[in-house]
DNA sequence: CCAAAAAATGACCGTTAGTCAGTAAATAGA
DNA sequence: TCTATTTACTGACTAACGGTCATTTTTTGG
């Protein structure tokens, strides 16, 4: 009798219907714009019935965080993979990270949310935790790469690879947030253009990191 | 007859018993759970009366972000005046804006949320503009202080003085974030103290902005 | 076919940002 | 000092939205 898993099986593709409806609506809208009412409606469902699939409006948006983070730390996984050495490893997450950026600014936007969000790993919220074991992964390829670069002499030696991971993660985090917020004043009251900045950025990072 | 000008002060020493009161309110409970009604008790006076002073419950919080930005324009003023060379007055701007995180975690939190929001020069908030010329007069004084170390031969040549403010003040937001938001966590997880990725930032761009 | 369980519904609730018609206070002219 | 007018203030009210729950509909297993 498998009636019990073909329900699971169907509870699970609701869920993604639901998901999808409110990737929809919030990538439309924007998140604060958007209104569960909103997501019901495409979803075809009533509001009542996303509660019963996700405990808040926060928790279906962290669903599309961890979407996100999912597609980033693939495409990570993917560029790391092509490279000679571990210091080309880390321009090639760089670099990744910054057309993930350009290329899906709405996974973008729901990632720099789940940075601003205060890390509560005891919190029911199932999303919350799931997206920090993913980005973890991700933090943990980034370390590898760094210790890579290390043993094969591509990166200077006295860099610490856990450290620098997170520095490097933080600061294009910010030097992207920046663009992204700030982009059009950049240009107009500062004479700089966000591509000029962001290259910039990946001179001057590799100029620190680079060994010799 | 200087009924007018009187009448203009009392407007303005209303407004900052407003500031006041939403500082108190707001920096307790936070942006979110704070409620108008709570600010107009606060202040002892009624939700209406917050309306003919604020035009949105955001344009109050803009008027802590504006706060927020003068004291840290005034803190980098004055962190630089003692400094004997470029490259010192970069660093003391660096060590400023950690000591400001740590001192007004508050007023902190107040400018992440102005850099999250999207510039829009345009817009009738006369709070966001007033805080972007503050931001863009801190960042003017960034970047001469950059100049100077170029002229002064404690910063390598080929920087660019702009797009190195613009770095910087990006590159330590984000770090700044990641630490306040996940700080915890990568104690916990990364076996990284926040302190010490604080200093592992300012050791690592300094190694890459410094002469030779 | 039926009773029990599971899934879905949508009217309803509480809260809160923002409004506006009405009231109170201050001002200026006589 | 009295009064008309402008200015400042009030708080009841509205609209909108996140979230709930008693009720209905659908599915399941015997």
Chains 1, 2 share one sequence.
Request: hydrophobic content about 40%; overall charge negative; glycine content about 6%.
């Amino acid at each position: 009798m498998g009636t019990a898993e073909r329900r699971e099986r169907e509870k699970e593709y609701r869920k993604q219907m639901i998901i999808e409806a409110a990737e929809k609506v919030i990538f439309t809208k924007g998140y604060e714009k958007a209104t569960m009412d909103d997501v019901a409606a495409e979803a075809e469902l009533s509001k009542g019935t996303l509660y019963l699939y996700f405990k808040s409006k926060e928790e279906v948006y962290l669903a599309l965080v961890l979407k996100g983070m999912k597609l980033l730390r693939e495409m990570f996984a993917e560029a790391v993979a092509k490279e000679p050495n571990g210091l080309c490893k880390v321009r090639a997450i760089g670099e990744t990270y910054i057309r993930f950026n350009r290329e899906y600014p709405n996974y973008y936007h729901a990632l720099m949310f789940y940075q601003g969000l205060e890390v509560n790993l005891e919190s029911e919220a199932a999303m919350e935790l799931k997206t920090f074991h993913e980005s973890k992964d991700a933090m943990k390829l980034f370390t590898s790469v760094i210790e890579e670069g290390l043993k094969d002499g591509s990166i200077r030696k006295n860099v610490d690879s856990e450290k620098t991971a997170l520095l490097l993660w933080g600061e294009s985090s910010g030097v992207l947030q920046l663009i992204a917020s700030k982009g059009h004043a950049l240009t107009n009251h500062f004479n700089v253009e966000p591509e000029e900045l962001i290259n910039y950025f990946m001179e001057f990072t590799f100029h620190a990191l680079k060994a010799d």
